[in-house]
Nanobody
Framework: QVQLVESGGGLVQPGGSLRLSCAASGSIFSINAMGWYRQAPGQERELVARFTSAITTRYADSVKGRFTISRDYAKNTVYLQMNSLKPDDTAVYYC??????????????WGKGTLVTVSS
């Protein structure tokens, strides 16, 4: 069974940094299709960073220049380095493919996510 386990979230002050980790297991997938999503209060879930190939990446305008996606192939782990964090970055962060993984029943799969709170 597919598992996507996000970790690394927490409370951080504006301007601070945080690194999120996503451990993937239980299915065959291309780590080069992985990305990070977030859902802020009252907003739709949005894709903020993803790999578009083995060597290229794409970022939402809201995080461009501040966030960096990376991976460790041996550990089946995807990371999101977040710098210069702003209160608007507060959200639950999820890792997934783009488009999201589909499991039995035809429903997209989402892990529990990890909460990032940026506040003074």
């Amino acid at each position: 069974q597919v598992q996507l386990v996000e970790s690394g979230g927490g409370l951080v002050q504006p301007g601070g940094s945080l690194r999120l980790s996503c451990a993937a297991s239980g299915s065959i997938f291309s780590i080069n299709a992985m990305g990070w999503y977030r859902q802020a209060p009252g907003q739709e879930r949005e894709l903020v960073a993803r790999f578009t190939s083995a060597i290229t990446t794409r970022y939402a305008d809201s995080v461009k220049g501040r966030f960096t996606i990376s991976r460790d192939y041996a550990k089946n782990t995807v990371y999101l380095q977040m710098n210069s964090l702003k209160p608007d970055d507060t959200a639950v962060y999820y890792c997934n493919k783009d488009p999201p993984l589909i499991i039995s029943g035809g429903m997209p799969y989402w892990g529990k996510g990890t909460l990032v709170t940026v506040s003074s």
